[in-house]
């Protein structure tokens, strides 16, 4: 037989885990500073400047 679980229990602890991923990346995205923040925009611009400068541009299937 199976082990019993206290249904209001459980969801309880699922909102709780829910909760704590949601203020976890909550505290990523907000927890930095301007400079801090605009230092990551500025290193993910530079980042997909680089890659899409590294392209190399060949037709897709179908495409002539």
């Known amino acids: 037989m199976g082990e019993v679980v206290n249904l209001r229990r459980a969801r309880k602890a699922r909102a709780r885990d829910t909760a704590e991923t949601t203020a976890a990346a909550n505290r990523a995205a907000f927890g930095r500073s301007k400079c801090e923040r605009a230092t990551m925009a500025a290193d993910v611009t530079r980042l ?17």
């Open 48 to 64: 997909d400047r680089d890659l899409d400068g590294a392209r190399l541009d060949r037709p897709r299937l179908g495409e002539d």
